[in-house]
């Protein structure tokens, strides 16, 4: 079982109207495959890749929750993150509470607005694989107020938050654990603005990112399952990405990597 440092993110998983459609979309997409879960934990459907943990999809229990990816970040002890979110100047939206022997599962929300889940394993230790087509790739937080949201983070996980020059394209920013040296060689996760170029009503969000061979292709199969593009593919120093919807309304990234990234690594996308 893979050991994630606090603040990694260690696992992904989407809220749906239907997971059956949710189902035939993403197996075609990435070729996963389906495990319907205990009813008293929601009947949250976990994916695999050939037989690996790659992600989860959720029923939603009420139509005004988004429907949307979601990633959740480690900490070795959820009680005392969430005391920290709470200190740091955001939001608690849902109380750690234990998910049987599985870990524990709390909900929060950064001073700009964006929600992420805390995660504390206990026998779920969240993705067996990152980085290989099919899977988890990377993360990055949208938000309208980096001058909250920096800090933020850094109190809560002791990131090293370091800037990226993106040209005038982006203001950018890439995470580190605590402990490691700050960087894009140890990043883990990014901050990208959402300025003027952005909706009006677009509201801070995580992005999450999957891993695929050929982004063009990986496209191409969106559109033809009902999903659509909101951002065209573009190439940049860490592979070509592109921004899509699914086919009932969530939003996520697919990226391929210029070359093949280790399971532990975190290459930054930059936006």
Do not use: N
């Amino acid at each position: 079982m893979a050991v994630f440092a606090e603040g990694v993110p260690c696992w992904a998983d989407v809220m749906l109207p239907d997971v059956a459609a949710g189902k035939r979309f993403y197996g075609e997409l990435f070729g996963w495959t389906f495990e319907t879960g205990d009813e008293r934990y929601g009947f949250r459907t976990e994916a695999f890749l050939d037989g690996s943990r790659v992600a989860a999809l959720v029923p939603k229990s009420d139509g005004r929750m988004p429907t949307a990816w979601g990633v959740h970040l480690a900490t070795p002890d959820a009680t005392a993150t969430a005391g920290r979110v709470r200190e740091a100047g955001g939001q608690l939206i849902t109380a750690p509470t234990a998910i049987g022997d599985h870990g524990v599962l709390a909900q929060a929300a950064d001073p700009g607005g964006a929600v992420f889940g805390l995660w504390q394993s206990g026998t779920h230790g969240g993705f067996d694989v990152r980085g290989r087509p099919g899977s988890y790739a990377w993360t990055e937080v949208y938000t309208r107020d980096k001058s909250a949201v920096d800090p933020f983070y850094r109190q809560v996980f002791g990131y090293g938050i370091t800037e990226i020059d993106a040209g005038e394209d982006f203001d950018f920013a890439v995470w580190s654990p605590a402990g490691s040296p700050p960087g894009e060689e140890t990043a883990i996760g990014g901050r990208c603005v959402l300025d003027d170029r952005f909706p009006a009503e677009m509201p801070a969000h995580f992005l999450v990112y999957f891993a695929v061979a050929d982004c063009d292709e990986s496209l191409r199969t969106v559109t033809r399952l009902g999903g659509r593009s909101t951002a065209p593919p573009t190439d940049t120093p860490y592979g070509r990405f592109t921004i899509v919807v699914d086919d009932q309304g969530a939003s996520f990234a697919v990226i391929a990597f210029p070359e093949p990234v280790s399971d532990a690594a975190g290459t930054a996308p930059a936006g």
